[in-house]
């Protein structure tokens, strides 16, 4: 673990509960004094223009900074066979940025809490892939996260949650959200080979059950038991 600094992600699906959970826990930290930033939240919450501007300037600066690196990534994101060429596009531009935020925030010393991290990014473009993908290939080359807490419902109680929320769905909540029992193995064989990835890396990783509400406030008090002692033990 680092020594100025605590990266921590959330994974899960859509509807999982992630954003909800994360954004709790770092406001309710705040008053232990555990300062942790969402470096794409504060993006996301201007207008779709400004997002897109935002992403694109971004894109390109730091491919003109890290020319090599990244057309290796582009390379490597290329043979993976998007199933259309609009989620290579979303795959690859999230990626870089995710990369490219994660190298920036790590540069400066700030401590980190997202569910958008890198993790989630690699997940991504393993599910919208036609060829299997070794996930040992993707995130051996990237600085791994502290802490992931891995954020579980069943498929029952994701599909009711993503009805309630039809227009604000993300790519892959659309997909998963569908009736397609391909889709939806496959998407758990992914976070199960993440999962012992992360495991056998010997990264913190703790996987919750939030498939009932009422299990919101004991989910938030274990989560953030977890990162104070990690804070008081740097």
Known sequence: MSNNHLMIEFIGYSGSGKSTISKQVAEELRYSHIILDNFISNKLQKSYLYRVIWKVKFIVKEIVLHPVFYLKQINCILKTKQNTFEDFIK?????????GQ??????MGN??????????????????AKEDICVEKYLDQIELPDMVFYIKVNREIMNLRLAKRITKQSRMGKKINFDNEGIY??????????????????????????????????????????????????
């Open 185 to 234: 193995l496959k998407s758990i064989d992914i976070f199960n080979k993440i999962e012992n990835y992360l495991n056998n890396c010997n990264v913190s990783l703790t996987v919750i059950d939030n498939n009932y509400s009422d299990s919101l406030f004991n989910n938030k008090e274990i989560i953030k038991h977890q990162i104070i002692n990690s804070y008081n033990q740097k």
């Open 91 to 99: 795959v690859t531009s999230n990626w870089i940025i995710i990369i």
């Open 102 to 107: 994660w190298q920036k925030n790590k540069k």
């Open 111 to 128: 401590s980190i809490i997202s569910d958008q991290g890198i993790i989630q990014a690699a997940w991504s473009i393993f599910f919208s």
